[in-house]
């Protein structure tokens, strides 16, 4: 028995809470030592250039990370997500469990789930998703009808797969043989807080939503596919958090009907996603919020495996990215997250080709939308895409104007400058190599061309 200002407290309770609270810190230290420790990566950029172009939809997403990076920036929108996820988390799981210690466990064991911290640090849409999809969650348990339309709403206006929790909500309702009247209260609000997104799409041949149904379902998938796809909840989810989640859905109890097909029906539907097409190991990343607020009710032996493999891969992949020790042949998350800044020469051509006479490049063309966003980001420049490559929002921009007698560049990491664009320039010369390290790691290898006067 231990004594907290007075009062008695069992040791293992004490114990908990102490374990919860380390958790708590080491999570939030990881998000700020790698927000603060790592470059804005190609994504970031990308949502960055939403952000200064804002609009009610984009091509591959919703507009609400746009609009967060508008008001706060980049980074710090990330973590102020990521720190009102682990709040929300914290709510739920004290509603579901009647128990602030169940709560303490949730919060603690999302705030080192390696999915939560990457979109605690990253801004990307799984930022807001995660939080109002947690919001949402809550409200449909308090039945807080309209509540839950304007976090539901607010989720469908981060990312198109928000639109799961209503097939979660629908499938409690159907085994539990009840549709309260309030809900089309809050189907009303969901619906009418992304009209203006379907409005958008409409106007543009249905674009944004063509788009991620090809993404998500079109492709080549398979088995391999699959594999990769497990793989990716192995790592992002945890390799305990992952088979508890399996065994939360299938034996949880059964007044926790909501949280558990909330967090399966994620899994199941990119599940199966990935053997239609080759996805992302972010997608389903909802569902292990519903997973820790299950967890935080075990017993707590699954608590603290589940949480310290968390802390293992957060740490291990933490400490690369800022203190990288283990060379790889291809450092992938290295590459991402460190290098970018050379690209800031891209703002004065003389710099890389002398014979310039200080003339600036109206153009920076890239063979993707990462590259290309980057560029703007790091150099301020006018920015293109061409090539090809992968269709973006750079195809529904104006594209800049490049007037006769202009130069303009080509940058990439090993493709030369594509016909199309010989053809509108006199000449083309280069290329000048732009490299760029990392504590004695070579990250990147710009390849950059001038594009002498436009045609």
């Not at 059964?254 to 909330?262: G, N, P, S, W, Y």
């Not at 710099?351 to 890239?366: E, S």
Request: proline share 6%; charged share 15%.
């Amino acid at each position: 028995m231990r004594f907290v200002r007075g009062v008695a407290v069992p040791t293992a309770q004490s114990d908990s809470r102490n374990l919860c609270l380390v958790l708590l810190v080491l999570g939030a230290a990881v998000r700020l030592a790698l927000a603060l420790g790592t470059d804005t990566y190609f994504d970031e950029a990308y949502y960055w250039q939403w952000a200064r172009h804002l609009a009610w939809g984009y091509f591959d997403h919703p507009p609400l990370i746009a609009w967060l990076i508008a008001a706060v920036d980049i980074r710090p929108a990330a973590l102020l997500c990521g720190a009102g996820t682990v709040a929300a988390v914290w709510g739920l799981a004290r509603d579901v469990h009647g128990s602030r210690e169940a709560a303490w466990r949730a919060a603690a064991l999302w705030s080192v789930v390696p999915v939560a911290v990457l979109a605690g640090v990253w801004a990307t849409p799984d930022s807001p998703l995660l939080l109002f999809w947690t919001l949402a969650l809550w409200a449909l348990w308090r039945e807080r009808w309209v509540l839950a339309g304007l976090a539901s709403g607010l989720a469908l206006l981060s990312k198109y797969p928000a639109v799961l929790i209503a097939v979660a909500f629908l499938a409690t309702a159907v085994r539990m043989r009840r549709l309260p009247a309030g809900v089309w209260v809050t189907a009303l609000l969901g619906v009418l807080l992304f009209l203006p997104v379907v409005l958008w799409n409409a106007h543009r041949e249905w674009v944004g939503f063509a788009f991620q149904l090809r993404h998500g379902l079109g492709g080549t998938g398979g088995l391999a596919s699959f594999a990769e796809f497990l793989g990716g909840q192995l790592a992002l989810g945890g390799p305990v958090l992952l088979p508890l989640t399996l065994v939360y859905a299938v034996r949880g109890p059964r007044e926790q009907f909501l949280l558990r097909v909330a967090a399966v029906i994620p899994l199941l539907f990119f599940g199966y996603a990935a053997l239609r097409t080759r996805g992302e190991a972010n997608w389903p990343a909802a569902a292990y919020i519903a997973a820790c607020v299950g967890v935080a009710g075990m017993r707590p032996g699954w608590f603290r495996a589940a949480a310290f493999s968390g802390v293992a891969i957060v740490l291990a992949v933490g400490s690369h990215l800022l203190f990288p020790v283990l060379r790889f042949e291809r450092d992938v998350p290295l590459a991402r997250t460190h290098g970018w800044d050379v690209l800031s020469a891209l703002a004065e051509p003389a710099r890389l080709f002398p014979g310039t006479d200080g003339r600036q490049a109206a153009v920076v063309y890239a063979p993707s939308y990462q590259l290309a966003s980057q560029a703007a980001r790091e150099a301020g420049v006018a920015v293109d895409t061409a090539g090809g490559g992968r269709k973006s929002q750079y195809d529904l921009w104006p594209r800049p104007e490049v007037a006769p007698g202009q130069d303009a560049l080509w940058y990439s990491e090993g493709a030369e400058p594509p016909e199309e664009l010989r053809q509108r320039f006199t000449s083309v010369e280069g290329p000048v190599e732009l490299p760029a390290d990392f504590r004695g790691r070579r990250v990147h290898t710009f390849r950059v061309w001038l594009l002498r006067g436009a045609r």
